[in-house]
């Protein structure tokens, strides 16, 4: 078996790792700056990459590839700068596609045309789309938000996510954040395993939403930990991505939910109560969401919004 290293021998790999990391903060700088349209490399996503990079190097840690929150194409968004925290939309999808006519819920089903048009009237009102990643780091770490943040979540995964969804929130340089149960990692009408990682690679936020979506208030405590616990654990060992956020299936939730949502590591947790998630430590377990429902123009949406402040 090899010796372990004497401690000059340590220091000098110290030495060597940090080099390579700067080095490597370098280069995400650089790359950023040519997204942004060349120049001096201060645009919005160098900005955003070097604030990110510079706070994740400081903890010895380099965010991964997979794991980026900037999308991939589009245009770079105009993330701001560090400020108070603020109150955020977290608007609730489920299917971007016409209904079926023997679906049980098609209030769930949102046309991508619809979408689009929601999107766009967003974007207009001067929205920008942030993972709830990146508010979170707004909130605790200092991290940069736009002005007017929102969070685009899907819950539950299905192909029409990839399909419908993902490129309008390309085009407009927005990430979504997916919800996502495990049971739905099939070839029909979920997600497979590698158009999860294309959506990811497309700078999406992977969230648990179980593993077989149950009644978590229903079920008993080695049940309840599988789904919450053993759901984050398989989530982060296929996809190798944080999995910070819980998302309570069909909103219900209980003392002992929480408790395991809590127990299993995670960040905060989203429910189907309607409102704007505000940055208070003592909600973050039950954070409110804006369920968007087929029939709901552009214009009504942002509407809505501005009525909840």
């Known amino acids: 078996m090899a010796e372990s290293p004497t401690p000059p021998e340590r220091r000098s790999r110290a030495l060597a790792l940090g080099a390579l990391g700067a080095a490597f903060v370098a280069l995400l700088i650089a790359i950023a700056a040519a997204l942004d ?48 925290p ?8 489920h299917v971007i596609s016409d209904p079926l006519p023997d679906s049980p819920y098609p209030e769930l089903y949102v046309p991508k045309a619809e979408f689009a048009d929601q999107m766009q009237a967003l974007r207009r009102a001067g929205y920008t789309a942030v993972t709830l990643q990146e508010w979170w780091d707004s909130w605790h770490a200092d991290g940069p938000l736009p002005a007017k943040p929102l969070v685009v979540s899907f819950d539950d995964g299905y192909h029409s996510h990839l399909a419908n969804a993902l490129p309008v929130l390309r085009g407009l340089g927005w990430p979504g954040v997916l919800n996502l149960e495990l049971k ?34 229903t079920i008993d405590a080695s049940e309840l930990r599988r789904e919450v616990a053993d759901s984050r654990a398989e989530l982060k060992r296929r996809f190798g991505v944080p999995i910070n956020f819980f998302c309570y299936p069909a909103g219900r939730y209980d003392d002992a939910a929480i408790a395991a949502v809590q127990a299993a590591g995670y960040l905060a947790a989203t429910t189907t109560e ?24 552009g214009a009504t949406l942002v509407a809505q919004l501005a009525a909840l402040g």
């Open 184 to 217: 739905n990692i099939r070839s029909d009408y979920g997600l497979t395993g590698p158009q999860v990682r294309t959506l990811i690679d497309a700078g999406w936020e992977l969230d648990s939403h179980t593993i077989d979506h149950p009644d978590l208030t």
């Open 274 to 297: 309607p409102g704007l998630a505000q940055p208070d430590d003592a909600d973050r377990w039950t954070l409110p969401r804006v369920r968007v429902n087929g029939g709901v123009s």
């Open 86 to 93: 603020r109150p955020v939309p977290i608007l609730m999808y």
């Open 37 to 84: 349209g060349g120049g001096d490399g201060g645009g919005p996503l160098a900005t955003t990459v070097a604030h990110r990079t510079a706070r994740h190097a400081m903890r010895g840690v380099v965010t991964p590839a997979a794991a980026r929150t900037t999308p991939v194409a589009g245009p770079a968004r105009d993330m701001g700068g560090p400020g108070p």
